[in-house]
C-alpha cells in the first residue's frame, strides 16, 4: 500500500558524487522515519543514514562528513548526497520508510524500495 521508488544510482569514479532520490507514494497518513540502507554482494544490509520528520538524523560511522541526508516531507521523498564516493561504498542501496497509513483506524507500515546499484570504480 506504499511504494517506495528509487532513483541517481550509477557508475562513478572514485572521489565523485551522486544524489540518490526516493519517493514515498500510496496510502499514507504520515511517514515517522525514512532512511537509506546498503548490501553490497555478500555482505549483509546495513544502515547508511536516517532521517526523522522532525529532521534529527543518523549516519554510519563509515559515511560521517561524506554523506547527507535530508528529505521533503510535503513531497514525501528523502534524498542522499553521497561525496568523496569510495569504492568500499560500492552497493545495491535501499530506501527504507515507516509511518501511518490513511485507514480507519490507522496502520503502521513499513516499506523497502527495489533498490538502486551505486558502483565506485578504483
Known amino acids: 500500500q506504499v511504494q517506495l521508488v528509487e532513483s541517481g544510482g550509477g557508475l562513478v569514479q572514485a572521489g565523485g558524487s551522486l544524489r540518490l532520490s526516493c519517493a514515498a507514494s500510496?496510502?499514507?497518513?504520515?511517514?515517522?522515519?525514512m532512511g537509506w540502507y546498503r548490501q553490497a554482494p555478500g555482505k549483509q544490509r546495513e544502515l547508511v543514514a536516517s532521517?526523522?520528520?522532525?529532521?534529527?538524523?543518523n549516519y554510519a560511522d563509515s559515511v560521517k562528513g561524506r554523506f547527507t541526508i535530508s528529505r521533503d516531507n510535503a513531497k514525501n521523498t528523502v534524498y542522499l548526497q553521497m561525496n568523496s564516493l569510495k569504492p568500499d561504498d560500492t552497493a545495491v542501496y535501499y530506501c527504507?520508510?515507516?509511518?501511518?497509513?490513511?485507514?480507519?483506524?490507522?496502520?503502521?507500515?513499513?516499506?523497502w524500495g527495489q533498490g538502486t546499484q551505486v558502483t565506485v570504480s578504483s
Open positions: 500510496g496510502s499514507i497518513f504520515s511517514i515517522n522515519s
Open positions: 532521517i526523522t520528520s522532525a529532521g534529527s538524523t
Open positions: 527504507n520508510a515507516d509511518g501511518t497509513l490513511a485507514m480507519i483506524p490507522p496502520r503502521p507500515f513499513g516499506s
